[in-house]
Each structure stands twice: as structure tokens, then as C-alpha cells.
């Protein structure tokens, strides 16, 4: 049972336009959700993260955006560059400091 | 830089050995979680530890287990290896209660 669903499983963006990858959860006890970045052989690195009791976080071009009763939640990447080519999660927490993961989004970001 | 800090990155066993993967957390984060990640999947939940106890576990099996030290370091054992636990390794860790989790590089294991 996934827990987490995250879409589109692949997506290709050009320089500068919108990245935008979305993930649906249905335990309402989750209460952090965190995105993580992860290059090829690295491990996931933390980017940017959002509390259930705010509709949108931004930081520099990153924005979270969150529907609590949809419980629905999306990330953002405005002019999108090729650096930003990597595998991004979404994730869930509960119990303590565990993690449910999306499946990924691998993103390519073409020049 | 998290300041996690995994060891050893690659290692290659035998189906049926056992293996012992390492983890130095961040500076003053007491809770260390592991993850297990197959190639082209998300992380999956392993356990946690806390204050040196397991608080916390996902659907692994008991011959996946841990230690954690009283300088928070921890420890991945993995008995009777399967082909299929052939993956990335990643510790995770943080401040109980934190929001900010952070992972290591991660330690990739190949049974053979």
C-alpha cells in the first residue's frame, strides 16, 4: 500500500520554464512534508519542507504549495535550470522522525 | 554537507555472510533512522533509534537490526543476505521531535 503517491514519474522541462512535480498522501497523521533532492550516487538532500498548517512555503525558486483538505501538496521550481536535473521525493512524516517516500520524479531540464 | 557520515560507500557480499554498515550523525541529533533504497525506488523506512533503543520499525525482517552508541552513532546489521538486499543504504538523522532530517551519502551494498 503506497502512502505516499507522487506523479509524473518523469519530466521533461525546458531552461527557464516550471517544474512542477505533485504527491497525494491519506494518513492524516502525517506532519511534515519534506522534498528531497538526490543526484546520481548521492544520498537525498533535503530542499525544502512544509508544516500542515501552511498553504505555501517559498524559498528563492523553490515553493511548496499544500491542500490540506485535499491532502495534496506540490513542489515548484520556477526557471528551472539544467543543474536541477536530479530524482526528487516528496515525503510524509510519522511516528517520530519516519518518513513514508513518494516513488520519484526523475526531472531533466533540457538547455 | 548534512553531517551524516556513512561507511564504508560500496561494499560487495556473498548471499548467506552477513555485513555491518556505519553511521556518525550530525552533531547533537539524538535519533538515527535507516532507509533502505533500491535502484529507481524511494527510500523505505528500516527502524530508528533513539537514546540507544529501537522505537520504531518498518516491514523488515529480525535478521535486519541495530545499535545505536551513546555518542549516537549507530550501526546497520544485516544477516543471512539476500540477493535482494542489494541496495543504497542511507542513515538519517535528527533531533527527537526535530523537523529537519538529514541523510548521509549512504553506503551501497551488492550481494552476489
Known amino acids: 500500500q503506497q502512502q505516499v503517491k507522487q506523479s509524473p514519474q518523469s519530466l521533461i522541462v525546458q531552461k527557464g520554464g516550471i517544474s512542477i512535480i505533485n504527491c497525494a498522501y491519506e494518513n492524516t497523521a502525517f506532519d511534515y512534508f519534506p522534498w528531497y533532492q538526490q543526484f546520481p550516487g548521492k544520498g537525498p538532500a533535503l530542499l525544502i519542507a512544509?508544516?500542515?498548517?501552511?498553504s505555501e512555503k517559498k524559498e528563492g525558486r523553490f515553493t511548496i504549495s499544500f491542500n490540506k483538505s485535499a491532502k495534496q501538496f506540490s513542489l515548484h521550481i520556477m526557471d528551472s535550470q539544467p543543474g536541477d536535473s536530479a530524482t526528487y521525493f516528496c515525503a510524509a512524516r510519522e511516528d517520530g522522525n519516519k518518513l513514508v517516500f513518494g516513488a520519484g520524479t526523475i526531472l531533466r531540464v533540457k538547455s | 554537507e548534512t553531517g551524516v557520515t556513512q561507511s564504508p560507500t560500496h561494499l560487495i557480499k556473498t548471499r548467506g555472510q552477513q555485513v555491518t554498515l556505519r553511521c556518525s550523525s550530525q552533531?547533537?541529533?539524538?535519533?538515527v533512522s535507516w532507509y533502505q533504497q533500491a535502484l529507481g525506488q524511494g527510500p523505505q523506512f528500516i527502524f530508528q533509534y533513539y537514546r540507544e533503543e529501537e522505537n520504531g520499525r518498518g516491514n523488515f525482517p529480525p535478521r535486519f537490526s541495530g545499535l545505536q552508541f551513546p555518542n549516537y552513532s549507530s550501526e546497520l546489521n544485516v544477516n543471512a543476505l539476500e540477493l535482494d538486499d542489494s541496495a543504497l543504504y542511507l542513515c538519517?538523522?535528527?533531533?527527537?521531535?526535530?523537523?529537519?532530517?538529514?541523510f548521509g551519502e549512504g553506503s551501497w551494498l551488492t550481494v552476489v
Open positions: 512544509i508544516r500542515p498548517d501552511v
Open positions: 538519517a538523522s535528527s533531533l527527537a521531535g526535530g523537523n529537519t532530517i538529514y
Open positions: 552533531s547533537g541529533h539524538n535519533t
